[in-house]
C-alpha cells in the first residue's frame, strides 16, 4: 500500500542559497556583489573571489575585506494529488550569518591572495508540515482500505524534516601583473561538505471501520494493520488445520465420495460434515454442498484459502511495518578542490576585462549514520556530488569619472558533473548580470543591479525537496569610505523567481498528481574593508 516515506531525503545534495545560475555553487560572496551584482571585472579586494587576476590593481600593501549577508528564503510546493489534507506546503531557509573574509598582500607586481567562504550550502531547509512526497503515501491510506472493503475516510500523521548543508572553502591565489595591461592568477579552492538530514514521520493514523477491530474513530495504523494482519494468519491456520483433518481420506476411495454420502456409509459424523460447513462459511469459501463436495474438493478450498489469507496477512504486515515510526539522524561529509586560474585585461584606463575558469570539483560525500530507520542511509555508503566547473567574464567600463557600468557572463558546466544519475536532467546554468556604480562624492558610492539567471534544472530534476529554478535579482546598494584606507558597504537584494511545475509526479502507492514549485529570497548584506 504504501512504501518508505523517507525515500526522498537523499535527494537534499545541498540546501544552496545561491541566488544565481549556479545550482550548488553559492555566487553571492561579498555584499559589493549584493549591491551591484556584476564583479567579474572587480579590482576591489572582493576580487580574490571574483576576479583574482584583478587584483594587482590594489595598491602596495595588506589588504582586510569581511562582510556578513543574511539571508532568508521561503519555498512553497503544491500538488493537487485529491487524497491531500492540503495543496500547499512551505519551507523557511534562513541563514542569519553568511561570512566572506578576503586577503590580499600585494608586493609591486605580485599579488598573495586568500579567501574562505561558503561556497556552497549555508543555511537549513525547515519543513513543519512535511512535503507531497511525505504525505501522498499515508493520504493514500484510506482510499485503499476503502477499495478493499474496509470503510476509511481520514488519516493523520506527525512529521518533521530538516536539512542543513554547508561547503566551507577555502581558496588562495597568487596574480602577476605582466604589464600594466595584462595580468594573470593561479589558485585552488579546497572545501569541506557537510549534509545534515534529520526527521521522522510518526503516529500516522486512520479512521477504519472493521467489525471487533475498530470502530471509525482514528486508531493507530500500525496497530490496526497488525490485528488484520493476526486475525488473517489465524484464518489461514484454521484453513490448514481443516485440510489436515481431512488427510486419512486422500488416497483412499473416499477421497471422491460426497460427504453425505460417507455419513451413510459411516465413515464420517454428521457433526464434523456440520462442522466443516460451519468452518467454510466462516472462512467466506461459498458454494459448499455436502451433496456434491468430497474431501478432495474440501481440501483443495482449504489449501486456497488459506493460500489467500496468508497472502493479505503479508501484506497487511508489511502495511504494519511500513506505518511504522520512521526517524533519520545522518550526515554527509567529504572534501574537493577545485584550480582556478584567471586573466585581467586593462584598456585605455576606462575598461577592465576579467576572466576566471574554476574548475570541476569531484567529491564523494560519506554517510554517517546515527539512525536511520528509512534504509536509505547505510552507514559508510557515499553520493557522487561534483561540483561544476565555471567559466565567468566580467566587464567594466568607466563611462565617466562618477559612473561605472558593469557586465557580467557566467556559465555553469552541469553537464559534465556526476551526481549519480541526476546530471541527465539538467543543462549548462548561465548568469547575466549587469551594474552601474555612481560616485555621489569622494567618499559615497551608489550602486544598482539587475542578475537573470537560468538555473539549467528540467522538468525531470525537480522534486518537492531539489528544485531550482530561473530567476531574476535585484540589487542595490551604497559604499562609503570613512577614510583612504577603510570603506563600509551595506547592500539589500530581491529575487523574483520563475515558478517550476512538474507533471504526472508518482507518489508511493502509485498515485500520481501535478507539482508546482517557487521561492523568495532576500539579502541584507554588511561589508568593511581596511588596507595597510
Do not use: C
Not at 477499495?147 to 542543513?164: K, L, R
Not at 561529509?333 to 586593462?346: D, H, K, Q, R, Y
Request: no cysteine; net charge negative; glycine share 12%.
Amino acid at each position: 500500500m504504501m512504501s518508505k516515506l523517507l525515500r526522498v531525503l537523499p535527494l537534499l545534495l545541498m540546501i544552496s542559497i545561491a541566488f544565481g545560475g549556479g545550482m550548488v555553487e553559492n555566487t553571492n560572496q561579498s555584499a559589493e556583489q549584493i549591491r551591484m551584482m556584476a564583479r567579474g571585472a572587480s579590482t576591489d579586494l572582493d576580487a580574490v573571489f571574483f576576479n583574482p587576476a584583478g587584483l594587482t590593481k590594489l595598491d602596495n600593501g595588506m589588504h582586510l575585506y569581511l562582510s556578513n549577508q543574511t539571508i532568508s528564503q521561503g519555498r512553497t510546493i503544491t500538488s493537487d494529488l485529491g487524497f491531500l489534507h492540503s495543496d500547499t506546503y512551505e519551507g523557511t531557509t534562513f541563514a542569519p550569518v553568511f561570512p566572506n573574509f578576503y586577503f590580499a598582500y600585494k608586493m609591486d607586481k605580485l599579488v598573495l591572495s586568500a579567501g574562505f567562504v561558503p561556497v556552497g550550502g549555508g543555511g537549513g531547509a525547515v519543513f513543519e508540515d512535511g512535503l507531497p512526497s511525505f504525505e501522498g503515501p499515508v493520504s493514500a491510506i484510506p482510499a485503499g482500505l476503502a477499495a478493499a472493503g474496509i470503510p476509511t475516510t481520514d488519516y493523520s500523521f506527525d512529521v518533521d524534516f530538516t536539512g542543513s548543508s554547508i561547503y566551507m572553502g577555502g581558496q588562495a591565489s597568487a596574480s602577476y601583473a605582466i604589464n600594466d595591461m595584462i595580468s594573470v592568477s593561479a589558485g585552488v579552492r579546497y572545501f569541506m561538505a557537510t549534509n545534515n538530514y534529520e526527521g521522522y514521520i510518526k503516529d500516522i493514523m486512520i479512521d477504519p471501520t472493521y467489525p471487533g477491530v475498530a470502530d471509525g474513530s482514528m486508531t493507530s495504523a500500525t496497530v490496526f494493520f497488525s490485528t488484520i494482519a493476526g486475525a488473517l494468519n489465524g484464518a489461514a491456520a484454521s484453513a490448514t488445520g481443516g485440510a489436515a483433518a481431512l488427510q486419512p481420506f486422500v488416497g483412499t476411495a473416499a477421497e471422491n465420495e460426497n460427504f453425505n454420502n460417507l455419513v451413510l456409509g459411516g465413515l464420517i459424523p454428521q457433526a464434523n460434515v456440520d462442522a466443516i460447513g460451519a468452518g467454510f462459511a466462516q472462512l467466506g469459501v461459498p458454494g459448499w454442498d455436502p451433496a456434491t463436495w468430497t474431501p478432495a474438493i474440501a481440501i483443495g478450498a482449504y489449501t486456497q484459502a488459506a493460500a489467500g489469507y496468508t497472502a493479505n496477512a503479508d501484506a497487511m504486515t508489511t502495511n504494519a511495518a511500513q506505518t511504522a515510526d520512521v526517524e533519520v539522524e545522518a550526515k554527509q561529509t567529504g572534501s574537493g578542490f577545485a584550480p582556478i586560474v584567471g586573466l585581467n585585461i586593462s584598456l585605455m584606463d576606462k575598461l577592465n576585462i576579467g576572466v576566471r575558469y574554476e574548475m570541476m570539483a569531484p567529491l564523494l560525500l560519506t554517510n554517517e549514520t546515527v539512525v536511520d530507520g528509512s534504509g536509505l542511509f547505510p552507514d559508510g555508503a557515499e553520493t557522487n556530488a561534483d561540483m561544476p566547473a565555471l567559466l565567468g567574464i566580467g566587464l567594466s567600463y568607466l563611462a565617466m569619472p562618477s559612473l561605472n557600468i558593469a557586465f557580467d557572463y557566467n556559465m555553469y558546466f552541469n553537464e559534465d558533473v556526476d551526481w549519480d544519475g541526476k546530471e541527465a536532467n539538467v543543462e549548462n546554468g548561465t548568469e547575466i548580470a549587469f551594474g552601474v556604480e555612481f560616485a555621489l562624492n569622494e567618499s559615497l558610492l551608489l550602486s544598482g543591479g539587475y542578475l537573470i539567471a537560468t538555473s539549467g534544472a528540467l522538468e525531470a530534476y525537480q522534486t518537492d525537496l531539489s528544485y531550482s529554478l530561473n530567476s531574476n535579482t535585484m540589487g542595490v546598494g551604497a559604499k562609503y569610505s570613512l577614510n583612504p584606507k577603510m570603506a563600509v558597504t551595506l547592500a539589500f537584494s530581491n529575487t523574483a523567481y520563475e515558478e517550476g511545475s512538474k507533471a504526472n509526479v508518482l507518489y508511493r502507492g502509485g498515485a500520481t498528481g501535478n507539482e508546482t514549485y517557487m521561492k523568495t529570497a532576500t539579502v541584507i548584506a554588511f561589508g568593511l574593508q581596511k588596507s595597510f
